[in-house]
């Protein structure tokens, strides 16, 4: 298994332009989550999917879109960036047992907007 | 809202030192999970543990130990006789149980752990 893959892993963007970060995972989870992480941020949510078709806004969603056409995708898109969206983006899945599960991390896209 | 603290931004100790990083948190529900991840350089997430409100057991595993204290909202991860491979960011995360099982997760900001030689 694969786990969570990210597409890309690094990026650089000016300002205004778009693009989307792609991600996979092979473990059947139901669950999806965008994050970012920045400088003594920590990590923020930023989407998340509980389901196939279904999407929710986290704590930070202004500025990005998110879709789940597929279980095993969950993507990303910046349709204008900008240099505040300058951050290590991380998508993670889970697998509900019981009510909560622990997320699965993929390895991070490192996004540069100038 | 929930909220997790780690008070500690950066911590520096030899090889063979024990260590302990602080996790606070705050949440109004009864039912929540508590998390640990650390993020060695090469900057992936590792799943470390998971505890839920109902289990107020100490967990030890191999040099790694977790303590949680409902009393004080704390769930403090300590290392002991600590290695250079420990140096990473360790983050602490909440979770709260709500209905429909969604685990949106509310990390700290972080510790930066940094084992020496």
């Known amino acids: 298994n694969a786990g969570v893959t990210q597409t890309p892993k690094f990026r650089v963007l000016k300002t205004g332009q778009s693009m989307t970060l792609l991600c996979a995972q092979d473990?059947?989870?139901?669950?999806m989550y965008w994050y970012r992480q920045d400088p003594g941020m920590g990590l923020r949510l930023i989407h998340y999917?509980?389901?196939?078709?279904?999407?929710a806004k986290g704590e930070v969603p202004d500025g990005y879109n998110v879709s789940r056409l597929k279980k095993q995708n969950f993507l990303l898109g910046l349709e204008s960036a900008a240099p505040s969206q300058t951050s290590v983006y991380f998508c993670?899945?889970?697998?509900?047992?019981?009510?909560?599960?622990?997320?699965?991390f993929g390895p991070g896209t490192r996004l540069t907007v100038l | 809202a929930q909220k997790v603290t780690q008070a500690q931004t950066e911590i520096s100790v030899v090889e063979k030192e024990d260590v302990t990083l602080d996790c606070v948190y705050e949440t109004r529900d009864t039912t929540y999970y508590l998390f640990w991840y650390k993020q060695p350089p090469s900057g992936e997430l590792v799943f470390l543990i998971r505890?839920?409100?109902?289990?107020?057991q100490n967990e030890i595993s191999g040099r790694y130990s977790w303590n949680f204290q409902k009393s004080t909202s704390s769930f403090n991860f300590t290392i002991t006789a600590s290695q250079v491979v420990d140096s990473a960011v360790y983050f602490c995360a909440l979770s709260e149980a709500l209905t429909g099982a969604n685990s949106k997760l509310t990390f700290g900001k972080g510790i930066t752990l940094s084992v020496r030689p």
């Open positions: 505890r839920n409100s109902f289990d107020e």
């Open positions: 999917s509980v389901g196939e078709g279904t999407t």
């Open positions: 473990m059947n989870h139901e669950y």
């Open positions: 993670a899945s889970s697998y509900p047992r019981g009510l909560v599960d622990e997320q699965f």
